[in-house]
């Protein structure tokens, strides 16, 4: 599959320090995925997808954007971050306007759409993401989990092709987390492609196609949830968790497990389990 963005090398540091936030960065970016990055705060998550949409320009290596370096002259980088959408962990550092409708409208806007587009472009986006009962409600007057559907909104409404997500489902109760994932898995549906920083590796190894694991500024790991998460060693050297349910499926017998794949969601964890433990009762 052809990648939709790849670094190469990519050295950064931030003003004033001496540590590299990004210290040779390379990975590839597949298109049509769902992608999720994982690592510590401080691994370079953060940087990276600053470096994607332009914030950030490397003091070495590369930054490719569907085959082509990334240009970053001032109309160049304005069409950059109309196809790649970046959604902070924090709602508040984007909404900037008064109502749902107002905030979500403002991109195209400034993108100069003309205005039946944008009332169609808009009210569409607020349906699909369940926001147009809301969508003149003052956005003081919304939960967090509505306010992160605004801000993805207004970004979906620009039509990118990369979806940038920081820790979407951060301070998110269970059927928030949950109504968001049903959006994601939509999104995915037109061909987007999605990368979402998570701290949630039971998140990371359910719902994502590669996993990419950051650690000082470089990337370790990169691959199938499967064949990352096999790297044990790697993962607890770096502090992270193996994911609960295939600590689960570890500790099983090793006749229950052998020849399977380790499950990735509870349903298919609970239908192996009962399939081999029948199995298991009929040769006895």
């Not at 605004?150 to 109760?173: F, I, K, M, R």
């Not at 898995?185 to 990368?195: E, L």
């Amino acid at each position: 599959m052809n990648p939709i963005m790849e670094l190469a090398d990519v050295v950064y540091s931030y003003p004033g320090t001496g540590k590299k936030a990004l210290a040779g960065l390379s990975l590839t970016i597949p298109s049509g995925r769902n992608i999720a990055l994982c690592g510590h705060n401080g691994s370079g998550k953060s940087t990276f997808f600053l470096h994607a949409v332009g914030i950030h320009r490397p003091q070495s290596g590369t930054v490719h954007w569907k085959g082509a370096p990334v240009s970053y002259k001032r109309q160049d980088l304005q069409e950059l971050r109309r196809q790649i959408g970046l959604v902070f962990q924090d709602p508040e550092q984007q909404l900037i306007l008064g109502t749902p409708y107002e905030d979500v409208s403002y991109g195209l806007r400034n993108a100069g759409v003309s205005e039946p587009e944008i009332r169609a472009r808009t009210e569409a986006v607020l349906e699909r993401m369940g926001l147009e009962q809301l969508a003149h409600t003052p956005i003081h007057h919304l939960s967090l989990g509505q306010k992160k559907r605004v801000t993805l909104a207004g970004v979906l409404v620009l039509e990118p092709s990369l979806l940038l997500l920081d820790e979407p489902t951060a301070y998110l109760d269970r059927a928030s987390e949950r109504l968001l994932l049903d959006e994601l898995a939509d999104i995915r549906q037109s061909g987007v492609t999605v990368v979402m920083a998570t701290h949630d590796m039971d998140l990371a190894y359910t719902w994502a196609d590669e996993v990419l694991v950051m650690d000082q500024g470089a990337c370790l790991l990169q691959g199938t949830p499967g064949r990352v998460f096999a790297e044990t060693d790697t993962i607890e050297r770096i502090g992270l968790e193996l994911p609960m349910l295939l600590r689960l499926w570890r500790s099983l017998p090793r006749a229950l497990r052998e020849g399977i794949d380790p499950p990735r969601s509870a349903d298919a964890f609970g239908e192996l389990l009962a399939a081999r433990l029948q199995a298991a009762a009929a040769k006895s």
